[in-house]
């Protein structure tokens, strides 16, 4: 017999394309990650490599204190949101991630709906790398007592019927004071995106959700700012947050812009200026009058800490504007102060003209949206003559003339230039 013999070979098979063991074995821990999390024990490029393949759904509860490698973190936070700035986060993919993650979760909470323990499990894992929560919504309660639903007067928007009861939203007390390293927090209740659902007990800030707010941000002690805006927040439940936020401890920053304050919510704060170590105060958009203004003048002359008062969009009128000009007379510490909308007039522009040509720390005023009249302009130009400091000064339609703005607004531009070559010529000590 013939017997032909022939070899076979596969051009492209290579000994190369047979994986190395070590190779195998990262896969394997890769695959198996969720059960038997190996990362510390392997070599630093070994442990990059299974980063780099872990996926980004695995258990917080699992990759939250094992893994800190930023690129890990960065490629969660692409993968879920489409815009990341982490320059609002300290620059910390992990941190971003994990306030993020929680504030989406306060933001779906349904009361008596939403089981409490998707926020009290994630405490343990998050607490570590939340510094700032921003919360936009609140969602209220799916189902309302029959009876109380009666009761409601739905179309009024009131939070004093007995329906208010039904509509409290989720308590934060046991969170924030859960987070050590909390450090700003910034609230809207209310409902965004209802479109036909639209109603106003959707809105409402109620006293039980004031009084729950009062007692966890007074426990929150690492606190430095407070945002609390556009949560139709009136008069009481000023008083109630002032009363717990006085002698706070690290509070700089309180903004209730965008509310329903009145004078005695203002008379009220104008206490807590003086009982804590505010900086900056933002009361922007509320209903404060003459006597409010006043009781914050009060505190601003006698306060040594305050750096910034935002008032736009109140109706001071000149009583209240010519209060806050005698308390600047005095005071020493406030560099910006915003007027603007404020229904004032030539009064408030003839004191305030003193007021430029004594105060030495003022270096933003805007008198923006007044009245101050051709009269009241020419008086703020003579007590800015002598002026060395104020750097900014708005009076866009404040009706003062176009010839006065204009030699007022090349006055403040020789004080910045000024300002600026100083900063040149002496810039500030670096800590070692």
């Not at 990759?63 to 949101?81: F, G, H, M, P, Q």
């Not at 002698?247 to 804590?276: F, M, T, Y």
């Not at 008198?367 to 008086?379: E, M």
């Amino acid at each position: 017999s013939y017997y032909t013999h022939r070899l076979i070979e596969d051009p492209e098979w290579s000994l190369a394309t047979v994986p190395h063991l070590t190779e195998l074995c990262l896969q394997h821990i890769v695959d198996n990650f969720e059960k038997n999390p190996i990362l510390d024990r392997l070599l630093p490029k070994h442990q990059r490599k299974v980063l780099d393949r872990l996926s980004t759904g695995l258990p917080l509860a699992v990759t939250a204190n094992l893994i800190s490698d930023e690129e890990y973190w960065k490629r969660c936070c692409t993968e879920r949101w489409q815009v990341c700035d982490i320059s609002n986060y300290g620059d910390s993919w992990k941190r971003m991630f994990f306030e993020r993650h929680l504030e989406n979760i306060l933001k779906r909470f349904i009361p008596n709906t939403t089981d409490p323990n998707h926020v009290l499990d994630l405490i343990p894992i998050c607490k570590d790398y939340v510094q700032k929560l921003e919360v936009d919504q609140f969602l209220p309660p799916v189902k309302v007592d029959q009876k109380e639903e009666r009761d409601d007067l739905s179309d009024t928007g009131s939070d004093f019927g007995l329906g208010e009861v039904f509509v409290h939203h989720y308590d934060l007390g046991v969170l924030i004071t859960a987070l050590p390293h909390l450090e700003e927090l910034h609230l809207t209740y209310g409902v965004k995106d209802c479109g036909m659902n639209f109603e106003w007990n959707l809105f409402n800030f109620t006293y039980q959700d004031c009084c729950n707010l009062a007692v966890a941000v007074k426990m929150c002690h690492n606190l430095k700012v407070f945002k609390l805006t556009r949560s139709k927040v009136d008069d009481e439940k000023t008083r109630l947050l002032v009363d717990n936020l006085l002698d706070h401890p690290c509070l700089v920053e309180l903004n209730l812009s965008h509310n329903l304050i009145r004078d005695k919510g203002a008379q009220a704060v104008g206490k807590l200026i003086n009982r804590s170590k505010l900086e900056i105060l933002d009361l922007c958009n509320n209903q404060i009058r003459h006597l409010g203004a006043q009781a914050l003048s009060q505190a601003l002359a006698e306060n040594s800490t305050l750096t910034s008062l935002n008032l736009r969009l109140n109706c001071v009128e000149d009583e209240g504007g010519e209060a806050i000009g005698h308390a600047l007379l005095t005071n020493t510490t406030l560099k910006s102060i915003h007027l603007g909308s404020n229904n004032l007039s030539e009064p408030t522009a003839k004191l305030f003209s003193q007021v430029l040509a004594q105060n030495t720390t003022l270096t933003s005023i805007n008198f923006s949206c007044n009245h101050l009249g051709l009269d009241g302009g020419k008086q703020l130009l003579d007590g800015l003559v002598n002026n060395k400091t104020l750097t900014e000064f708005d009076l866009r339609l404040a009706e003062v003339g176009q010839e006065t703005e204009y030699l007022i607004q090349q006055i403040v531009w020789a004080n910045r230039e000024a300002a600026r070559l100083g900063s040149l010529r002496h810039p500030p000590a670096t800590l070692l």
